[in-house]
């Protein structure tokens, strides 16, 4: 389940101090910054953190 992201709504979830439920690949990360110019997203898992990587938006989701 879950819905694609869109970059509004990474970017208002990447400045949200609260925590949204987004996953990737079916692991809850947590969205570090949008780039400006891309489609694509720094994230890391949350029982990672030390682990950042890039990701297209497309491919995080986020769950209700």
């Given at each position: ?16 101090p ?32 030390e ?14």
């Amino acid at each position: 389940g879950g819905f694609a992201m869109e970059r509004l709504r990474a970017e208002e979830i990447a400045s949200s101090p609260k925590m949204a439920h987004v996953t990737y690949n079916g692991k809850r990360i947590y969205i570090q910054n949008v780039h400006e110019d891309k489609d694509i997203a720094t994230v890391y898992p949350l029982d990672d953190p030390e682990n950042e990587f890039d990701v297209p938006l497309s491919q995080l989701k986020e769950h209700s």
